[in-house]
């Protein structure tokens, strides 16, 4: 009797322990989930004096003699070009540059872009709520003038911010309200993005484009939401795409001027043919041989694409995308913009044309405008519903380097109605 009185106190004294040990885990995580900066952003710096103290900063503004700087650069690594014959000679020979890469690389370079649905939530549109949020880079506060730091200018890679949290599409029949009559200027960066609440759905109709009348089957026809990734590579956006947006009725298209990295792509165990379908494709030709019709797509992704591309082509390209768009469908852009640093780490003799470089792996990069964004995709007939100039400070704390990095990022639509 004694030993099962013992027994009990001693499973009931363990039960508490335990207990308590649990609610004790349960409120270090909570106070660790507190202090944890969100993802996506949202770090600002105020004080330089602490800029050692995290690896990334958001929103960072540039003065004036920061700026008049990074003009110099530009200026000294411009001041010697390729020849002509240099130049057409790397138009000719990108496929091959970019086949070399992949073929050397294959997926081991990129890494997935898991941020792409704080950026883009209409990837996803019914996950968006749940998707991360940050302050808009406009809004960010004014940091104090960096005192003389060293500057490291690494190799070329991609690291995001996060735009305020939208829901642009809530399902991908819905339309998108019309862009807001006016944008709010900034003082700190200029940019235009919708700064009222997320876009309102329109009433849903079915898709009325020219697929409908098509008479052939194609990839992907009796689906919902189809998405295009131009200039896909090994699948960085494709798959977390696929991974994320789970909704019956997604299909994702997906091509690339190398024909290697769309061989990879197709050899993921992620590649479903049922939900994705990928092909080689030159965007800069005049026509472009898809597997759906024109005017039926409803978002065409275009990450760090166009810079790619010899910027004599982008109104071509742009014309090209907006005729597979359905009415009332995104382009979704994001690429290098003006001294970003790795414009600025090029050496001479390496630039082609005015902000048009090539790379020592025979690869090309422009670095672009957020105005000459909004004048391509304004003349081809789009409507503006985002530009912004993003900018982060990115920190090496052990060697005590500061890097600066510059996106331009942007959502352009078209017209619903002609």
Not at 96 to 119: C, M, P, S, V
Not at 328 to 355: E, H, P, T, V
Request: hydrophobic share 35%; with cysteine.
């Amino acid at each position: 009797m004694v030993v099962l009185c013992e027994a009990r106190y001693l499973s009931s004294l363990l039960g508490q322990i335990v207990r308590r040990q649990l609610r004790c885990a349960r409120l270090y995580c909570d106070e660790t989930k507190a202090r944890k900066r969100p993802q996506g952003g949202g770090r600002e710096l105020k004080d330089w004096k602490i800029v050692f103290s995290h690896n990334n900063w958001d929103n960072v503004v540039w003065d004036e003699t920061q700026e008049a700087e990074a003009k110099a650069k530009v200026q000294v690594n411009s001041e010697v070009l390729l020849t002509t014959e240099e130049i057409e000679k790397l138009e000719q020979e990108a496929a091959g540059q970019w086949d070399a890469f992949y073929g050397i690389h294959q997926n081991r370079f990129f890494k997935d872009r898991n941020w792409l649905f704080t950026e883009f939530p209409e990837l996803a549109p019914h996950l968006a709520h749940t998707f991360p949020q940050k302050q808009n880079p406009g809004d960010a506060a004014c940091p104090p003038a960096p005192q003389s730091q060293n500057t490291a200018l690494l190799s070329d890679g991609e690291v995001t911010e996060s735009e305020k949290h939208r829901n642009i599409l809530e399902t991908s029949i819905e339309r998108i309200s019309p862009p807001p009559q006016s944008s709010e200027s900034s003082n700190i960066t200029d940019r235009t993005s919708l700064n009222s609440d997320p876009c309102e759905s329109i009433a849903e109709s079915p898709h009325t484009s020219q697929e409908n009348n098509a008479t052939d089957s194609f990839p992907g026809k009796d689906a919902t939401l189809r998405i295009l990734e131009v200039g896909c590579g090994v699948g960085n956006t494709v798959f977390p795409i696929l991974k994320t947006n789970n909704k019956e009725g997604l299909f994702v298209y997906c091509c690339d001027f190398s024909s290697i990295a769309v061989d990879i792509v197709k050899e993921s165990p992620d590649y479903d043919t049922k939900r994705c379908h990928a092909f080689v494709c030159d965007l800069s030709s005049e026509e472009w041989e898809t597997p759906f019709p024109k005017g039926s797509l409803d978002i065409i992704v275009c990450i760090f694409v166009l810079s790619a591309l010899h910027p004599d082509k982008y109104p071509q390209v742009i014309s090209k995308m907006v005729e597979y768009l359905r009415p009332g469908g995104l382009i979704l852009y994001r690429d290098y913009g003006r001294y970003d640093m790795a414009q600025l780490r090029f050496k001479k003799g390496r630039c082609l044309a005015d902000n048009f470089y090539m790379r020592g792996d025979g690869t090309r990069c422009y670095f672009i405008t957020q105005d000459e964004v909004r004048e391509l995709m304004t003349q081809a007939g789009l409507e503006e519903v985002q530009n912004l100039v993003d900018r982060r400070l990115q920190v090496n704390r052990g060697k005590q380097l500061t890097m600066y990095r510059v996106w331009v990022q942007a959502k352009y639509r078209k017209p619903a109605h002609p």
